[in-house]
């Protein structure tokens, strides 16, 4: 066994040997009467929305601007207009202003 080992091995004995205290819940619970914990929940909830608000107004306002620049980026820009170019030379698009009958 190694030296990382044994003393691992020691402190873990020492952590459980140890005992509490017996008036420590006595000091815990006077502190609690006397000043209850804190609530921080009033700080998360305006910061929560006003997050929202501000991605909803930029996502919403520069949505063409993100989803051109995104196919860009992604390389997919090509893909569609190569497909589509496709499509209309071999004359299997539809034209526009006209709409298309089933037969």
């Given amino acids: 066994m190694s030296n990382l080992e044994k003393k691992l091995r020691e402190d873990g004995e ?5 005992k509490v205290p017996e ?3 006595d000091r815990l619970r006077n502190r609690l009467d006397i000043q209850p914990p804190q609530s921080h929940k009033r700080w998360k909830r305006p910061s929560l929305i006003a997050a929202s608000l501000l991605f909803l107004l930029f996502f919403t306002f520069q949505f063409d601007t993100m989803a051109y ?3 860009k980026i992604l390389g997919y820009d090509d893909v569609l207009t190569d ?3 496709e499509l209309n030379e071999e004359g299997k698009g539809q034209v526009i202003d006209k709409s298309a009958k089933l037969p």
Avoid: A, T, W
């Fill in 83 to 85: 497909s589509l170019s």
């Fill in 69 to 71: 620049y995104g196919k």
């Fill in 23 to 25: 008036s420590l819940e």
């Fill in 14 to 18: 020492n952590i459980q040997s140890m």
